[in-house]
């Protein structure tokens, strides 16, 4: 389903399905109407400005309104972050227009990742839906209410694949697969851009981090990446390029270095690749104080040095650090940077700007003064059920011992844990004008939910961890986790009293928010010991154990596995998410959701994906040997699998029926299977699709996702779902870096995840 927008008399949002689909894909732009119009500009603006439009400025302590007033006034700004509410920004926007010399519009950026005011479960979350219009609608709406808010560009959407569950960061992106996390990124920026970034209620979009950022050595944050050509194009790339191809406007360069050379100061990337090989239009981005890094990266020895390096590589905007704006004059007076080069990076921003419409209406966003919002906060500004809607089918079901679940609305219940009512933790990371107040916890869902029916207890149990420097380290910079004085055996056995009370225990356990962000890198991924012992009291008392987990990341899982008798993975699941919970615990919606990333079993796994290479010497399970690929202290396998979820009803899936035997070259095939819900209850499943190339030029991965569908059925109904091939989906990149499909046997695997599947073979000629 797509969306379009309109704004009723009280100048709140109302949704409404699209009239038609050709309402959206990128509007095209008058590319040379915009080049007229920019190289018009050019020749009026002096060097200064054209530097001062290379500028993005954060308001903050460094960069207060009343600095930044003057700045403006001079022409010395492009844009601003994270400035909000359309009265501030409406009054920047005024001091260009009033007080500047040539009057050239700012544009307003924002962090806007999975939701403005309305929070949407994390990106990781998102993936776990397997649902394209449900990222959609995440993106339709956080555009619109971001837009409403005055912005006219968001930091996302980040397409880092990722296999490295230690980072936190993976929680701000789409999981471990090259194909999954492409068709989420495009879908993101397609939603989000609408039919042009001018539109009233659209963003432009700033793909991230370029590039590899999720590959980063340990999972340690803003570590370096090392990375095989093969594995970079075939796996690492394609997502970028997807996002760049739905019409991204920006791209935010990353901050790690790529086999030994920062991307901030990587000219075959923002160059030979970006602009010449992928022909990108749009505008490179800087990461925050990126420029300056590029000292401590080693390779510039002075801040001149690192300016020259970026501007040349092809960063045009420097974001948060004042670098370009000090030494750029003194660079191009010396020569070290022509003028040429100078107009590059201020053209793209001026296109960017001309993109964004702003030179038709800077207040485009931002409408007459008199429509600004009383309340920046106001209720009637959410998009509730839509939010509820998408976290629910983000949800994992990963364990259900003797259908433990969906819960009865009768008898006692018994909700635990330190996760349970932390409105702040279930908006995730990265929650943009997200407020905590207005987010519903797993407690105030579940009250919704059993109002009149059950009888409801609740205790904490235990402190997110009971480890003093992690509790100093998730309050740092915001008052975000609530440290409970009692002792950690007191507060257990309040929840072990409550849990004897009840017919069911529920425990809402995992991660704060603030251990699945930017620089929270973990070096173990369990369960804290707080936590885990606060669980091993609740299973003592005998009682049925459903564990809740909020985290962003995979953890380890094996004993929690062992002890729950049903597992439920919420990831962080926004502003409706403690009732979108509450409908999966009691079945008023029935779970869907799949797992986009692999959990290990333990940390010593890692890296653990599915689509890993074959080994000359595989491990077999049913015959195992010692001289195979394997661990002798653990299992091979992954605890869950990529692609795996339950449901509450039960699927089967036929053999697969291929429309021939052989796939001519440039030509097609059809795979389909029909999926039938064998079950009591109707439900949602991802039929998934994998292909493997047994023997190849090189390696080739065990199987890897080459297409999926969501579909729903009735109880006892049926569906065929039908799969094209194309010689694409069979193309990788050989040992000479060409991207080619070569003839030969190919297996074609289709299931409702990566481990059982239905195989079928076809020759490619
Ligand atoms: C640094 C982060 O790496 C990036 O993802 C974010 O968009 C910027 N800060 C701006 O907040």
Same mark, same amino acid.
């Given at each position: ?18 009239? @038609? ?165 495009? @879908? ?9 970034? $001018? ?464 796939? @001519? ?18 439900? $949602? ?29 009735? @109880? ?50």
């Amino acid at each position: 389903m797509k969306w379009i927008y309109s704004v009723s008399l009280a100048a709140s949002l109302v949704i409404q399905p699209a009239l @038609a689909d050709d309402l959206f894909g990128p509007h095209p732009i008058n590319e040379q109407a915009r080049d007229a119009f920019v190289s018009d500009l050019l020749t009026k603006m002096t060097l200064d400005e054209k530097i001062g439009q290379l500028r993005l400025i954060s308001v903050g302590p460094d960069n207060p309104k009343s600095a930044i007033r003057d700045m403006i006034q001079k022409g010395q700004v492009g844009a601003i972050f994270n400035t909000v509410t359309r009265s501030d920004i409406r009054a920047m926007q005024d001091q260009v227009m009033q007080l500047s010399r040539l009057k050239i519009p700012l544009f307003f950026a924002y962090d806007v990742v999975h939701g403005q005011r309305t929070i949407f479960p994390i990106p990781l979350g998102l993936a776990a839906s397997w649902d394209l219009d449900a990222v959609s609608t995440v993106g339709r709406i956080s555009a619109c209410e971001a837009a409403d808010d005055g912005l006219n560009m968001t930091w996302a959407p980040m397409v880092d694949v990722s296999r490295e569950p230690r980072w936190g960061r993976g929680s701000e992106g789409f999981g471990e697969d090259t194909f999954l996390t492409g068709q989420m990124g495009s @879908a993101m920026v397609k939603a989000m851009q609408g039919n042009s970034p $001018a539109d009233r209620y659209s963003l432009m979009t700033s793909v991230k981090h370029f590039a590899l950022y999720g590959a980063v050595e340990g999972g340690r944050d803003y570590n370096t990446a090392d990375m095989s050509p093969q594995r970079m194009f075939q796996d690492y790339l394609p997502p970028y390029k997807a996002s760049l191809d739905a019409g991204s406007g920006g791209v935010m360069v990353a901050l790690n270095a790529i086999n030994g050379v920062p991307a901030t100061a990587d000219s075959w990337l923002l160059k030979d690749l970006l602009r010449d090989e992928w022909k990108f239009k749009g505008i490179t981005i800087s990461d925050h104080g990126a420029i300056k890094e590029l000292l401590k990266h080693g390779v510039a020895s002075d801040p001149q040095d690192a300016v020259r390096i970026a501007l040349k590589s092809g960063v045009d905007m420097s974001m948060s650090d004042e670098y370009y704006s000090q030494y750029l004059p003194g660079l191009v007076k010396s020569g070290a940077v022509s003028m040429a080069e100078i107009d590059d990076a201020a053209r793209h921003v001026l296109n960017v700007k001309y993109d964004m419409g702003l030179f038709n209406d800077p207040y485009s966003h931002l409408g007459p003064k008199e429509s600004d919002p009383q309340d920046n906060n106001a209720e009637s500004r959410l998009h509730r059920a839509e939010a509820r809607d998408v976290a629910r089918k983000s949800i994992v079901l990963l364990k259900n011992r003797l259908e433990t679940l969906p819960l009865q609305k009768s008898g006692t219940i018994a909700l635990v844990g330190p996760l349970a009512d932390s409105q702040r933790d279930i908006m995730g990371s990265w929650s943009a004008a997200g407020v905590a107040k207005q987010s519903v916890t797993l407690l105030q869902g579940m009250r919704n939910a059993t109002a009149g029916k059950a009888t409801l207890l609740y205790a904490k149990g235990a402190n997110i961890s009971d480890h003093p420097g992690i509790q100093n380290f998730l309050n740092l910079y915001e008052k975000a986790v609530s440290v409970d004085t009692r002792t950690p055996q007191q507060l257990i056995d309040e929840a072990v009293e409550k849990a004897r009370q009840a017919d069911v225990v529920v425990a809402a356990v995992g991660e704060a928010q603030g251990m699945a962000h930017e620089a929270s890198s973990r070096s173990e991924l369990n369960i804290p010991a707080s936590q885990k012992k606060l669980l091993q009291a609740l299973k003592a008392t005998g009682k049925p154990l459903v564990i809740v987990l909020m985290n962003g990341r995979p953890l380890t899982l094996v004993q929690e596995d062992q002890m729950a008798d049903a597992l439920l993975e919420t990831w962080f699941s926004g502003t409706e998410g403690g009732n979108a919970i509450a409908d999966v615990l009691f079945g008023d919606y029935n779970p869907s959701g799949k797992l986009p990333v692999t959990f290990p079993r333990n940390v010593g796994q890692i890296p653990l994906y599915y689509n890993h290479l074959p080994t000359g010497r595989p491990y077999n399970p049913t015959k195992p040997n010692k001289y195979t690929s394997h661990y002798y202290d653990t299992a091979n396998g992954p605890l869950y699998p990529f692609g795996y979820g339950l449901s509450y009803t039960t699927f089967k899936v036929s053999p697969v029926k291929l429309s021939a035997r052989t796939m @001519a070259r440039h030509g097609t095939l059809e795979a389909s299977v029909t999926v039938t819900n064998n079950g009591a209850r109707d439900g $949602a499943t991802v039929v998934q699709m994998y292909l493997n190339d047994p023997v190849a030029s090189i390696s080739r991965p065990v199987r890897e996702l080459r297409g999926f569908k969501r579909i729903m059925l009735k @109880a006892g109904e049926s569906q065929t779902v039908t799969f094209k091939i194309d010689e694409d989906a069979l193309k990788f990149w050989n040992q000479k870096m060409q991207h080619v499909a070569e003839p030969g046997k190919f297996n074609i695997m289709i299931g409702l995840d990566s481990v059982r599947t239905q195989d079928a073979q076809f020759d490619y000629l």
